[in-house]
C-alpha cells in the first residue's frame, strides 16, 4: 500500500525542527532513520499530514562520552553504536540483536527509543542503565528526564507538542561494571518473544552497588523489575541471590500466550535469561 499524501519539511537546525513540529501540531512527525514510521505509514496505521525530517542536523549525529555519559544524538543509526568502541555493558551487548542489518544501518536508536515499542530491545537497555532523554522544545527550552518519565504505555511516550528528542545518555560507571542483553527470537531480524537486560556495578568489597534489569516483550511496556533490583543491591554476588532476582523478575512480567510460546513458557524464558544475563554482567564486571 502507498502511504496518504503529506507535506515533507527538512530541518537544518534543532530550532526548525521544533518550530515545524510546533506548526504542524499533532499530526507532525520527526523522521530520522524511518525504520518504524514508514512502514506504519505504508500500512495506514499512521497518516501524519507532515514529515520533518531531521538527518540534515549536524549536531544529532554525536555519538560520544562526555562527562561521564555516553551521549548518543539523534540521528545516530543503530550500526554506529554496534560498531563502536565508545558503547559498553547492555548497549554494546543489544546493538547487534536489533532488527537485521539494513534496518540497522537506517534505523536511529533514539528513534527507537520514541517509539515506545514494548517490543522494541533499546528501551529495556536504558531502564536498566538508568539512562535520560533529552528533549528539546520549539520555545528554546531543554530538559532531561529519566527513560521512565518517558514512556507512558505501548506506543505512547510523554513528549508535548512541539518537542522532540534529541539525544540519549547512558552514564558510564566509574567502578567495575557489566552488563547484557539476551533475546529470544524465532528468526534473525525478528521481534523478541522474549528479552531481558541486565546491568550491574560493583563496589571495592565485590558487592553489588548498582543493579538493573529490564524486560522486552512480555508486558504492555518495556517492563523495570524494581523489587528484583533493589533484592541485589547491597549484596555479594551468588549463585542463590540471582536465582532469587531471577525469580522476582519472572514474577514481575505479564507476558500473554500466543503463537510465540505459552505465558508459561515466557515466562520461565524470563528467569533463566536474567540468572544468564546477571552472571554475565558480574564476570564483565569482575573483569574489567
Not at 105 to 133: K, Y
Not at 150 to 171: C, K
Not at 176 to 202: M, N, W
Request: proline content about 5%; hydrophobic content about 45%; aromatic content about 4%.
Amino acid at each position: 500500500m502507498y502511504p496518504s499524501s503529506f507535506d515533507l519539511t527538512v530541518a537544518r537546525s534543532v530550532a526548525e525542527a521544533t518550530a515545524a513540529l510546533s506548526e504542524g501540531g499533532e499530526d507532525a512527525r520527526i523522521l530520522a532513520g524511518g525504520q518504524s514510521l514508514i512502514p506504519m505509514m505504508k500500512l495506514r496505521f499512521a497518516f501524519p499530514s507532515l514529515l520533518v525530517d531531521i538527518n540534515e542536523i549536524a549536531e544529532l549525529a554525536s555519538l560520544e562520552r562526555q562527562n561521564g555519559e555516553l551521549r548518543v544524538g539523534a540521528t545516530v543509526r543503530h550500526a554506529d553504536v554496534a560498531a563502536s568502541d565508545l558503547a559498553f555493558g547492555a548497549v554494546a551487548a543489544a546493538a547487534p540483536w536489533v532488527a537485521d542489518p539494513l534496518v540497522r544501518n537506517r534505523g536511529t536508536l533514539v528513534g527507537s527509543v520514541a517509539h515506545c515499542d514494548p517490543e522494541g530491545d533499546w528501551n529495556s537497555v536504558l531502564l536498566a542503565t538508568g539512562a535520560t532523554v533529552q528533549i528539546a522544545g520549539a520555545d528554546g527550552s531543554e530538559r532531561s528526564i529519566p527513560i521512565t518519565e518517558l514512556i507512558v504505555g505501548p506506543f505512547t511516550n510523554s513528549l508535548g507538542e512541539g518537542e522532540m528528542l534529541t539525544a540519549v545518555h547512558v552514564p558510564v560507571p566509574s567502578g567495575a561494571s557489566g552488563g547484557a542483553y539476551l533475546k529470544l527470537e524465532r528468526k534473525v531480524g525478528d521481534y523478541a518473544t522474549v528479552g531481558v537486560a541486565t546491568h550491574l556495578e560493583l563496589d571495592e568489597d565485590g558487592r553489588i552497588s548498582s543493579a538493573g534489569i529490564a524486560l522486552t516483550s512480555v508486558a504492555p511496556s518495556n517492563l523495570k523489575a524494581t523489587e528484583a533490583e533493589s533484592v541485589l543491591i547491597g549484596e555479594s554476588p551468588s549463585g542463590e541471590l540471582f536465582a532469587e532476582a531471577a525469580s522476582l523478575t519472572a514474577d514481575a512480567a505479564e507476558p500473554r500466550s500466543d503463537i510465540r510460546g505459552t505465558a508459561e513458557w515466557k515466562r520461565n524464558v524470563v528467569r533463566v535469561y536474567t540468572r544468564r544475563g546477571l552472571e554475565q554482567a558480574l564476570s564483565q564486571a569482575r573483569s574489567s
